[in-house]
């Protein structure tokens, strides 16, 4: 058991990625005017071996006009090109076949006078249909997908979920607690989207891995009548706000649809809790069947799992305070 959860606190130690938003390969196709457009695209580089030379793949009537540029920033290649298109690009298809290392990638088309349109490209359906027209169900669906896969892929937040229901432990409280946490980052998220409050993403990045530090403390010691132990929908709710800012930031890098803010909003925020309900539901189905077939080892099991719960958030915790 304890080389297992040592072997787990490194595993996830040695990818600092995962521990960040899902960080997705970003497209921009905007238009200039009436046959020019400009391209460009941010692709994260996770080793040195990832391919570097990828370019989207443009819709039929359009070609490139110029050079590609490159510029190197922190874990990404960030490309630019212009590009020209004859007639209308609607009902064509544009992508990115790169996806060897990318979970996925965000594509933002802006044509000129019309509003954003976001289609979400993935290793199964690497192309998207640029539409003449933003339709509410593209939107939904597109922003519903990108919460659920967000939660599942963010390790951060994923973690504290995870060490909250370990710490709660039954069901019937744990859904308070999860409630008030999906009502906290939902009103947070909301805020920080249309522009009423913020806080600096590198603060808010360390302060979601001191929560995970905080919640593995409390589980280790294993002692009843402390604060979370008393009020858990209480610190769920606090923690919930401060989660709600590492979503708005990825919501953010993601961009929103002009005209579709309040869905593309909505949708992002029940395909969270969808994802954070799948995750919830497994854990308690988890920690059900320890008390099934060996009641009398759960206490020792939770506190042997908050240690690399802990290991790898106080990591997160350090290498944030340090970048």
């Known amino acids: 058991m304890i080389r297992l959860i040592a072997a787990l606190a ?39 071996a990832d391919e570097r030379s990828a370019v989207p793949q443009l819709p039929a009537a359009c070609a490139l006009a110029g050079p590609v540029e490159r510029d190197m920033a922190p874990l990404a290649v960030v490309g630019r090109a212009p590009v020209v298109c004859t007639g209308s690009v609607a009902g064509q298809r544009l992508g990115w ?15 000129r006078e019309r509003p954003v349109q976001v289609h ?3 290793p199964e359906e690497p192309y998207a249909t640029i539409t ?22 963010g390790w951060d937040h994923l973690l504290f979920v995870i060490a909250l229901v370990l710490l709660v432990g039954r069901p019937w409280p744990v859904i308070k607690a999860a409630t008030a946490f ?11 989207t249309l522009g009423f409050a913020g806080i ?23 002692a009843r009548g402390t604060l979370t132990q008393r009020l858990p929908w209480l610190v769920a709710f ?40 799948l995750v919830v539901t497994a854990v308690l189905a988890a920690l059900a069947l320890l008390r099934r077939i060996r009641p009398a080892d759960e206490p020792l099991v939770l506190r042997a799992a908050a240690y690399p719960v802990g290991i790898v958030g106080a990591y997160w915790l350090i290498e944030r305070i340090a970048a």
């Open 182 to 192: 999906t009502l906290a980052h939902s009103l947070t998220l909301a805020a920080v």
């Open 200 to 222: 600096r993403q590198d603060v808010v990045e360390a302060l979601i891995a001191l929560s995970i530090v905080f919640l593995a403390v409390e589980i280790a010691r294993g």
């Open 10 to 48: 490194l595993l996830l130690a040695a990818s600092p990625a995962l521990a960040d938003e899902m960080r997705p390969v970003a497209i921009q196709f905007e238009q200039l005017d009436e046959t020019n457009w400009r391209l460009g695209w941010r692709q994260p580089i996770a080793s040195a």
């Open 238 to 277: 606090a923690f919930g706000l401060l989660h709600g800012f590492g979503f708005a930031g990825a919501l953010r890098e993601i961009g929103l649809p002009e005209g579709e803010v309040p869905a593309a909003l909505v949708s992002f925020n029940i395909g969270v809790e969808a994802g954070q309900l």
């Open 120 to 122: 979400r490209l993935t």
């Open 132 to 153: 003449a027209r933003t339709g509410a169900a593209q939107v939904w669906r597109s922003y519903f997908a990108i919460g659920v896969d967000h939660i599942l892929a």
């Open 97 to 111: 076949p790169a996806f060897p290392g990318q979970g996925e990638a965000i594509l933002r088309v802006a044509p």
